[in-house]
Each structure stands twice: as structure tokens, then as C-alpha cells.
């Protein structure tokens, strides 16, 4: 079918001072095969010495960049236009010997990538014998970074996966421990590991899985203070944090230093995940210009998680990671993927960049990394209010031994209640407590308790508002402090 | 050969030194006449490199290039070309610049030393891509 290629000013010398060609084509790469068959002298021009379009040559056709769409057996019908235009890129020498790496990123050409051995030809062939893959593709792999941020839930699958992949150099950032109860799904830890630091425990599975990866710890939180410093060091970022603070300060640094936010977030049994690319699309902001409310939505640790969802969002971060890092069409861009494990169901919203995005739209206010605790409102927890009255475990036991008449209420969850309790307590679950606010009785001293505090604070305050006229006392860090300092019988979870 | 006024090297050289530590980049804009460029405006575009690889990168990204050419056709002018700095580095084009570079066009290239302008040459590649040949600049 006859299509029309323009030819870019500085090229028209090898087409005859032409500024149209028509050819015969029914795919953009067949026309520029036509084209430069024709035309020998332009083929150097717009070719590299592996047959592969120069990466500073972008071809489109009509108004869409064949990179986006099927590369060069992107379709061609009567009509179209194909337009090549070019990127102009250098530099000064200091980094010639990167250059082939550097020339542009995620989508880098071929020249200077590293080679791979021998060793590294047989463990990768899976991915060489694909040609979305092949050897130029994971050469690519080799020459990438990754810093992910949290080695958890969603680190632990992305972890893992990325390594046994070959990406060259991944930084994980953690301050955290393994705790028994991250065994449930973080699955890159294991049961010798608990009382380590997860990055500890995280390193020596990767260099288990893949000796061929570098690896970097970041044993610290990630900050406002440090967190430029890090990303500028790598070529995307993945978010698997598990709180909105820094899930913000992750969205606003990779716009800041202009790296792709691959993103996952994971709750009881519902995920999302997205890539967040400023240069090509929304932003995190643009999708959740503010946080919610303190308190408002629950964190894993008090609403919990199914252990097996965090394996499928973290896996879906590690194929689309990986997928930016070849320069696949199709990147999870200006889509958010929702699923819901218990129902098992997909779903895919479309995301618009908000021009008026305070950090990636036209006019910009957010210049430089702020407060993101004060941002998303943490400093205001009700737990940190001095007036509400407090006992600790070790004083509620003496004070229960030496016959003190004192009732106490749990306001947990049924389900927790069943875990363990402790002795003597009454249930009523937070969301009754008012319903139920004549079960308690107020002539006695009462103290309220709940997991580790924080419920148990606002039941308090809410009784107090309601008007409640008896004494209540809060218990602090709740069954877990009773379990740690009084009763180890009492299982923690 | 480069025909381009001494107001608008001044210009390149301004922007070279506003943008150190970075490397600035722009277009040139004007008419090819017979085998010479004659640049009648430059036109800074911002650099689209990432903050890390600014101080020995520059990328113009299609788009800008497209609306740099859309500018230059109100006009019925071209784009004959582009300049870059090179920070703390020779006026001399890189074997990056050439891996790079388009025929035809002219590159100019500013070194700034320390934050000052220093050199300033332009260069044009030779058509088999083996090499940049430096061009005469007459303002």
C-alpha cells in the first residue's frame, strides 16, 4: 500500500534533495527497508551496524512513536505518513566509555552494553532464545539499576525475581527487622532469619538466587534528606512500601530526578499497581492529589493482608520493571491495574496527567522534597494526645493481684479476640462501642484495650465525647505489651 | 561554513555559563544558502537529561525538535543546526557527539571553564559519519 515518508531536512542529500517519498509497505519497517534499499546512502544514517534503528532516530507513524506501538511491524495502511525524526543527543568525553549505556536509558542502543559470559549465556537462555528479549536485551538487563525501596511483602517477590532475571545492580533500601509475623509473605526471608535485618536476610537470598548481581544495601529510612542523593544512582524505582508518607516522598523524588515509579500497594485481599512515569504520564500525585486522613485507611499490620497477594502485585512491579528496562511497548502507563484476590478479578482504570499537578504538571509548586509526615498529617495522632489517661501492662497486672475492682474492655476485632485475650476482659469491637455504651458499667474503674493502643484510644475519645461519665484508662501497646511484660502464654500476631 | 552574528554567540555563550555545572543545548535556527548556514536566531531548549548525567549529557527530545521546526516554518526558516556546552571540557566534539550526530547540520560547541565561557567552535560531520570536520564561523 502506498505510504508517504517524510525525510528530515539534514537527510534530503541522500534522496535526491526529496522531502516525500512514497513506497510500497504494509509495515513501517518494511518501508524504511524500501526506502533505504533505494536510497543506500541514507541507510547509515538511520541504521546501526546490527541492523537496528539508531537509537536517536524515532520513527512515527502518523502522530504515533512505533515504540509505543509495534516497534517496526507497526501496521501501515493507504495513506499514512511516516515522519523520522530525529533526537539530538552528546556530550562531553568524560563518559565515552559508558556511552553506549548512556545513550538515552531505558531505551539505550547497543554500542557500549556489557558482554555477557559464557556462565551467564546458559543461565539466561530462556530469555535469549525470545527475540522481545535476546542477546541485546539482556545485555540491557545486565547494564540496569533498580532501587527498591522496602524488602517486605512486595520487595520479596520483586527481589528475588529481578535477581534471578539478571538486572546488574539492585539497591535495596530497609531499616526494618524480620519479624515472625513477615513469614506469613515475605517470602526472601526465612525462619533462621527472624531478628536480622531484612536487607541482611534479602542479600543473601539474591546472591543465593543470582551471584551475578551487585548489590547494594541502604541500611536506613528513606527521607527527604537522602532520598535525591539515592535515586540520581538508579534507573527506575520500585516502590514497596507499606504507609502514604513515603509513598509521596518516593512519587515526588522520582519526578524530581525523572525516573519511572514502578508502584504496588497491597490491603487484605485487594492490590494496585501502576507505573508512575512523569515524562510519559501521571504521576502518583495526579491520581491522589491528597492523602487520606490519618487513621481513615488501616495499614497491613491492623487490617491485615492475604500472604499470597503481595507475591502477585510484587511480581507484576518485577514485569513491568523489567519490561521499562527493555523498552517494551505496552508499559503499565496511564493504567491502574486493580485486583481482587477473593473475588479473583482484574480490573484497569485510565489514568489522565493532571496538568495542575502540584509536582509533575505545567506550573509546578512543589520544587524540593517537603515534610511528608506533617504532609499526610501523622505528627496529629490521636495517641500522642497527653491528656488521655494510661496504664501499663506491668501496673494493670499488680494492680488486678492485689483484688482491685476494675473492669476491662476489649475492642478488637472477634477474629483477633479468638487469637487470645486477656483474662476477664468483655468484647465490644470499636465500630459498637457507642451502640453499646450501657454494657460497660460506668461506676467502675475501666480499663480499654485493643491491640497495641491506637483503637482502643479512639474508643476513649469517643466515649468521652458521647458523654460516657466513668473512669477509662487506656492501656498502653495494648495485648501485645500484656503478652511482652506479663503473660508470654498469650500468643502475639 | 557558519554565518551567525556576534549578538547570538554572545547568547550561546550566556546560556552556557547559566546552565554550569549542566550542559545547556538549543537550536539553530535560519536558511541553508548553497552549502552554508546562515543562523538568523538561537533557540534554547530545555535539557532533557536526567539531573546525574546533565554536567556531560544533553538530549533534545523529538517533540521540542518538532516544535523548534514548527517555529522555524512560521518563519519559512530551518533548523541548520545546534550548539551544546561542554563543561570543564575542549570545544571539541565527543566520540558521543559523533556516535550522535546528523549530516548537514551544523555543532556548535561552547566550553565553559570554571562557570566562563571559554571556546567556541563549530563543526559539521563528515557525510560516511567517520569523523566531525571543524567549520569556519564568520559573524
Same mark, same amino acid.
Given at each position: 500500500?502506498?505510504?508517504?515518508?517524510?525525510?528530515?531536512?539534514?537527510?534530503?542529500?541522500?534522496?535526491?534533495?526529496?522531502?516525500?517519498?512514497?513506497?510500497?509497505?504494509?509495515?513501517?519497517?518494511?518501508?524504511?527497508?524500501?526506502?533505504?534499499?533505494?536510497?543506500?546512502?541514507?541507510?547509515?544514517?538511520?541504521?546501526?551496524?546490527?541492523?537496528?534503528?539508531?537509537?536517536?532516530?524515532?520513527?512515527?507513524?502518523?502522530?504515533?512513536?512505533?515504540?509505543?506501538?509495534?516497534?517496526?511491524?507497526?501496521?501501515?495502511?493507504?495513506?499514512?505518513?511516516?515522519?523520522?525524526?530525529?533526537?539530538?543527543?552528546?556530550?562531553?568525553?568524560?563518559?565515552?566509555?559508558?556511552?553506549?549505556?548512556?545513550?538515552?536509558?531505558?531505551?539505550?542502543?547497543?554500542?557500549?552494553?556489557?558482554?555477557?559470559?559464557?556462565?551467564?549465556?546458559?543461565?539466561?537462555?530462556?530469555?535469549?532464545?525470545?527475540?522481545?528479549?535476546?542477546?541485546?536485551?539482556?545485555?540491557?538487563?545486565?547494564?540496569?539499576?533498580?532501587?527498591?525501596?522496602?524488602?517486605?511483602?512486595?520487595?520479596?517477590?520483586?527481589?528475588?525475581?529481578?535477581?534471578?532475571?539478571?538486572?546488574?545492580?539492585?539497591?535495596?533500601?530497609?531499616?526494618?527487622?524480620?519479624?515472625?509475623?513477615?513469614?506469613?509473605?515475605?517470602?526472601?526471608?526465612?525462619?533462621?532469619?527472624?531478628?536480622?535485618?531484612?536487607?541482611?536476610?534479602?542479600?543473601?537470598?539474591?546472591?543465593?538466587?543470582?551471584?551475578?548481581?551487585?548489590?547494594?544495601?541502604?541500611?536506613?529510612?528513606?527521607?527527604?534528606?537522602?532520598?535525591?542523593?539515592?535515586?540520581?544512582?538508579?534507573?527506575?524505582?520500585?516502590?514497596?512500601?507499606?504507609?502514604?508518607?513515603?509513598?509521596?516522598?518516593?512519587?515526588?523524588?522520582?519526578?524530581?530526578?525523572?525516573?519511572?515509579?514502578?508502584?504496588?500497594?497491597?490491603?487484605?485481599?485487594?492490590?494496585?499497581?501502576?507505573?508512575?512515569?512523569?515524562?510519559?504520564?501521571?504521576?502518583?500525585?495526579?491520581?491522589?492529589?491528597?492523602?487520606?486522613?490519618?487513621?481513615?485507611?488501616?495499614?497491613?499490620?491492623?487490617?491485615?493482608?492475604?500472604?499470597?497477594?503481595?507475591?502477585?502485585?510484587?511480581?507484576?512491579?518485577?514485569?513491568?520493571?523489567?519490561?521499562?528496562?527493555?523498552?517494551?511497548?505496552?508499559?503499565?502507563?496511564?493504567?491502574?491495574?486493580?485486583?481482587?484476590?477473593?473475588?479473583?478479578?482484574?480490573?484497569?482504570?485510565?489514568?489522565?496527567?493532571?496538568?495542575?499537578?502540584?509536582?509533575?504538571?505545567?506550573?509546578?509548586?512543589?520544587?524540593?522534597?517537603?515534610?511528608?509526615?506533617?504532609?499526610?498529617?501523622?505528627?496529629?495522632?490521636?495517641?500522642?494526645?497527653?491528656?488521655?489517661?494510661?496504664?501499663?501492662?506491668?501496673?494493670?497486672?499488680?494492680?488486678?493481684?492485689?483484688?482491685?475492682?476494675?473492669?476491662?474492655?476489649?475492642?478488637?476485632?472477634?477474629?483477633?479476640?479468638?487469637?487470645?485475650?486477656?483474662?476477664?476482659?468483655?468484647?465490644?469491637?470499636?465500630?459498637?462501642?457507642?451502640?453499646?455504651?450501657?454494657?460497660?458499667?460506668?461506676?467502675?474503674?475501666?480499663?480499654?484495650?485493643?491491640?497495641?493502643?491506637?483503637?482502643?484510644?479512639?474508643?476513649?475519645?469517643?466515649?468521652?465525647?458521647?458523654?460516657?461519665?466513668?473512669?477509662?484508662?487506656?492501656?498502653?501497646?495494648?495485648?501485645?505489651?500484656?503478652?511482652?511484660?506479663?503473660?508470654?502464654?498469650?500468643?502475639?500476631? | 561554513?557558519?554565518?551567525?552574528?556576534?549578538?547570538?554567540?554572545?547568547?550561546?555563550?550566556?546560556?552556557?555559563?547559566?546552565?554550569?555545572?549542566?550542559?545547556?543545548?538549543?537550536?539553530?535556527?535560519?536558511?541553508?544558502?548553497?552549502?552554508?548556514?546562515?543562523?538568523?536566531?538561537?533557540?534554547?531548549?530545555?535539557?532533557?537529561?536526567?539531573?546525574? *548525567?546533565?554536567?556531560?549529557?544533553?538530549?533534545?527530545?523529538?517533540?521540542?525538535?518538532?516544535?523548534?521546526?514548527?517555529?522555524?516554518?512560521?518563519?519559512?526558516?530551518?533548523?541548520?543546526? !545546534?550548539?551544546?556546552?561542554?563543561?570543564?571540557?575542549? *570545544?571539541?566534539?565527543?566520540?558521543?557527539?559523533?556516535?550522535?550526530?546528523?549530516?548537514?547540520?551544523?555543532?556548535?560547541?561552547?566550553?565553559?571553564?570554571?562557570?566562563?565561557? *571559554?571556546?567556541?567552535?563549530?563543526?559539521?560531520?563528515?557525510?560516511?559519519?567517520?569523523? !566531525?570536520?571543524?567549520?569556519?564561523?564568520?559573524?
Amino acid at each position: 500500500m502506498p505510504v508517504t515518508i517524510t525525510i528530515p531536512t539534514p537527510l534530503r542529500q541522500f534522496a535526491d534533495g526529496q522531502s516525500e517519498i512514497q513506497v510500497n509497505a504494509s509495515t513501517a519497517g518494511e518501508a524504511l527497508d524500501k526506502l533505504t534499499s533505494t536510497h543506500s546512502e541514507l541507510r547509515r544514517h538511520l541504521f546501526n551496524d546490527q541492523n537496528a534503528l539508531r537509537n536517536f532516530v524515532n520513527v512515527y507513524v502518523n502522530d504515533e512513536d512505533i515504540r509505543h506501538a509495534d516497534g517496526p511491524d507497526t501496521p501501515v495502511k493507504e495513506g499514512d505518513t511516516i515522519l523520522i525524526v530525529p533526537s539530538i543527543a552528546g556530550g562531553a568525553a568524560v563518559l565515552d566509555e559508558i556511552a553506549g549505556k548512556d545513550a538515552g536509558g531505558p531505551e539505550a542502543g547497543i554500542p557500549a552494553l556489557p558482554m555477557l559470559s559464557n556462565e551467564e549465556v546458559a543461565r539466561y537462555s530462556r530469555h535469549l532464545i525470545m527475540p522481545e528479549v535476546g542477546m541485546t536485551g539482556q545485555r540491557k538487563l545486565k547494564a540496569a539499576s533498580v532501587l527498591m525501596i522496602g524488602t517486605g511483602g512486595l520487595g520479596a517477590p520483586l527481589g528475588m525475581y529481578l535477581a534471578a532475571a539478571g538486572v546488574g545492580r539492585l539497591g535495596l533500601v530497609d531499616f526494618d527487622v524480620v519479624d515472625a509475623s513477615n513469614l506469613q509473605r515475605q517470602i526472601i526471608h526465612g525462619t533462621k532469619d527472624v531478628g536480622r535485618p531484612k536487607i541482611a536476610s534479602a542479600r543473601d537470598r539474591i546472591e543465593d538466587i543470582n551471584p551475578h548481581v551487585e548489590i547494594e544495601t541502604h541500611d536506613t529510612k528513606l527521607t527527604s534528606a537522602n532520598a535525591l542523593n539515592l535515586f540520581v544512582n538508579y534507573d527506575v524505582i520500585v516502590d514497596g512500601t507499606d504507609n502514604f508518607p513515603t509513598r509521596y516522598l518516593v512519587n515526588d523524588a522520582c519526578v524530581l530526578t525523572g525516573k519511572p515509579n514502578v508502584y504496588g500497594s497491597i490491603f487484605r485481599f485487594e492490590g494496585q499497581a501502576s507505573v508512575f512515569w512523569a515524562e510519559r504520564g501521571p504521576c502518583y500525585r495526579c491520581l491522589y492529589p491528597e492523602p487520606p486522613p490519618p487513621g481513615l485507611v488501616p495499614s497491613c499490620a491492623e487490617g491485615g493482608v492475604l500472604g499470597v497477594l503481595p507475591g502477585i502485585i510484587g511480581a507484576i512491579q518485577a514485569n513491568e520493571t523489567i519490561k521499562i528496562i527493555l523498552g517494551a511497548p505496552d508499559i503499565l502507563v496511564n493504567r491502574l491495574l486493580l485486583f481482587d484476590a477473593w473475588r479473583m478479578r482484574f480490573r484497569e482504570l485510565k489514568l489522565r496527567k493532571n496538568p495542575d499537578c502540584p509536582v509533575c504538571g505545567v506550573n509546578p509548586t512543589i520544587k524540593e522534597l517537603i515534610d511528608y509526615e506533617e504532609f499526610c498529617g501523622i505528627t496529629q495522632q490521636p495517641e500522642t494526645k497527653p491528656t488521655m489517661e494510661e496504664i501499663t501492662a506491668t501496673e494493670l497486672k499488680q494492680r488486678l493481684d492485689q483484688g482491685d475492682d476494675i473492669q476491662i474492655i476489649d475492642v478488637r476485632e472477634p477474629h483477633e479476640y479468638e487469637i487470645g485475650q486477656i483474662p476477664n476482659s468483655k468484647l465490644i469491637p470499636l465500630g459498637q462501642v457507642l451502640n453499646r455504651m450501657n454494657e460497660i458499667d460506668s461506676g467502675r474503674e475501666t480499663i480499654v484495650h485493643c491491640k497495641m493502643g491506637g483503637r482502643s484510644a479512639k474508643a476513649i475519645e469517643a466515649l468521652q465525647r458521647a458523654g460516657f461519665p466513668g473512669h477509662l484508662i487506656n492501656l498502653k501497646g495494648g495485648i501485645t505489651a500484656w503478652s511482652n511484660e506479663v503473660d508470654p502464654s498469650v500468643p502475639k500476631y | 561554513m557558519i554565518e551567525i552574528a556576534d549578538e547570538h554567540l554572545r547568547e550561546i555563550r550566556a546560556h552556557g555559563e547559566r546552565d554550569y555545572p549542566f550542559e545547556c543545548c538549543g537550536l539553530l535556527i535560519g536558511r541553508f544558502e548553497n552549502g552554508r548556514k546562515v543562523v538568523s536566531e538561537p533557540y534554547a531548549i530545555s535539557n532533557a537529561r536526567e539531573e546525574a *548525567a546533565k554536567r556531560n549529557r544533553f538530549l533534545i527530545r523529538p517533540e521540542e525538535l518538532v516544535r523548534g521546526e514548527r517555529y522555524a516554518r512560521e518563519k519559512s526558516l530551518d533548523v541548520v543546526g !545546534f550548539y551544546h556546552s561542554h563543561p570543564d571540557d575542549r *570545544a571539541v566534539p565527543s566520540k558521543y557527539d559523533l556516535d550522535h550526530a546528523w549530516p548537514s547540520y551544523s555543532y556548535i560547541v561552547v566550553a565553559v571553564e570554571k562557570g566562563h565561557a *571559554a571556546d567556541l567552535r563549530s563543526w559539521e560531520m563528515e557525510s560516511d559519519r567517520s569523523r !566531525f570536520n571543524e567549520e569556519q564561523i564568520t559573524t
